[in-house]
């Protein structure tokens, strides 16, 4: 990438990172465009569609969510390692309004530019899941593709009560009971 084109990338990924933050992930594109200094078009070269920029912005807290992951499969307790990780991941999607949403759109979608972000994300709940039923505290018969959608849907829940910051762990902590054999 040349230096301006490089330079652009960098600002359209901050201005988009501030717009998602202030507005949602439904933050108008253009205003985004234009407080980088580019035009739209600009825009659409660099990410080509709404998802690949949102992907592009969410890539450092996937990046933390796998690494988180990784370091969770040495913990002791299998179970309490999935379910810290699980509120991590609520804790994710509730970073930025829309993103729960979008990330339960791409859960199984992996045409997606989102893709990039969840398919990894699917691989490192999976692992964390597995060692958890190895070990016979979680049922056989639960699948990472679920956890995912019931976190998001739960960060969704969140969101959507802005006014019960308590929401998300108390409706964390109700699902999970259910992973029990």
């Known amino acids: 990438m040349r230096a301006d084109a490089r330079r652009n990338h960098e600002r359209l990924l901050a201005e988009a990172r501030f717009a998602f933050a202030a ?10 465009a234009r407080r980088a200094g580019v035009g739209i078009g600009t825009l659409y070269r660099h990410f080509p569609n709404r998802p690949a920029l949102l992907s592009a912005v969410f890539e450092d807290a996937v990046g933390e969510l796998l690494a988180r992951s990784r370091e969770l499969l040495r913990a002791p307790e299998p179970c309490s390692a999935l379910v810290t990780w699980l509120g991590e991941m609520v804790t994710h999607a509730g970073e930025y309004r ?8 791409v859960s199984y979608d992996d045409s ?15 692992a964390l899941l597995t060692r958890a039923q190895e070990a016979g505290t979680v049922r056989p018969d639960v699948a990472i593709g679920d956890l995912l959608q019931l976190t998001h849907a739960i960060a969704l829940a969140a969101e959507e009560t802005a006014g019960d910051p308590g929401l998300a762990d108390r409706l964390l902590r109700l699902t999970l009971r259910g992973l029990k054999p």
């Open 23 to 32: 507005h949602g992930t439904e933050a108008s594109l253009e205003d985004v």
């Open 98 to 105: 829309g993103l729960a949403r979008a990330l339960m759109a």
């Open 112 to 126: 997606s530019a989102l893709a990039r972000c969840s398919g990894p994300i699917r691989e490192a709940g999976g």
